[in-house]
């Protein structure tokens, strides 16, 4: 029987999600991460999934998401988005620290994924977390500076009104680069990495992604350790093969 617990870490809400017979055991884990605007919950199909093939699996609340909501509309949010994208990936360190050190989580067995903002927390996350032993990226990507200014052009082009100075855009540009991956791709160390992502995504561009995959694929030591799944109908939805190829993924690359 696959249990859903909901559980806080330094007050921050997540679900745990794992097979009631393997509760008390070290077992591989994973830490599953809900786009912008979602919530923990809109991924447990996932996480019991993932828990059927013997996973540990965790879906941590975002920053101003769902039980840490604080009422902001969605414009505002936005506003907030990249605070969210690195606060998320910092507070990464605390739940694989806490399972861990329960004897609950293998730190030789830790795998990463998202869906949109939760897979450009995983890209980013690749650049800090050497624990990260294979990822999987759905409609994310890992260029935050370029996304930045893509996402600054969107607004532009919809005539909303930027209130920042140049000095304000640099700033947060300089902010990101530790995290942009596609700057330093050398830290990805061979490690598995699967992407899917739909050709007509409107939210997060899949151009973005895919320069990225084509640029770094020969450069892998074990070609099986990357790959990228392309949908020509999707736009910004996971697909039902995308939620069976990341269970295979992590089957495959994080399992012994």
Do not use: C
Request: hydrophobic letters at 35%; zero cysteines.
């Amino acid at each position: 029987m696959i249990i859903v617990e909901k559980s806080l870490l330094k007050n921050n809400p997540h679900l745990h999600i794992v097979n009631k017979s393997e509760q008390q055991r070290k077992l591989p884990f994973i830490i599953f991460n809900h786009g912008f605007t979602s919530a923990k919950e809109h991924n447990l199909h996932y996480a019991y999934l993932l828990a059927e093939k013997g996973f540990r699996v965790i879906l941590p609340e975002a920053i101003y998401h769902g039980e840490r909501g604080q009422g902001l509309t969605e414009k505002n949010l936005y506003s907030h988005f990249w605070e969210i994208v690195i606060k998320t990936i910092h507070e990464l360190n605390d739940y694989k620290e806490y399972y861990v050190n329960e004897g609950l989580a293998d730190q030789e067995q830790i795998g990463l994924a998202g869906t949109s903002m939760g897979g450009i927390v995983t890209l980013g996350a690749l650049t800090k977390y050497k624990w990260v032993k294979a990822a999987v990226s759905l409609m994310g990507m890992p260029a935050y500076e370029d996304y930045l200014k893509w996402q600054l052009e969107q607004m532009k082009s919809l005539r909303i009104s930027l209130s920042f100075t140049d000095e304000e855009i640099e700033e947060q540009l300089s902010y990101l680069r530790p995290y942009d991956l596609s700057l330093q791709p050398e830290k990805l160390e061979n490690r598995p990495l699967l992407f899917w992502h739909g050709q007509k995504d409107p939210i997060v561009p899949f151009h973005l992604t895919y320069q990225f995959y084509q640029s770094i694929k020969g450069n892998y030591q074990t070609p099986a350790n990357i790959h990228f799944i392309s949908d020509e109908q999707a736009d910004h939805k996971v697909s039902r093969e995308g939620l069976k190829a990341t269970v295979e993924w992590f089957e495959k690359h994080l399992l012994k």
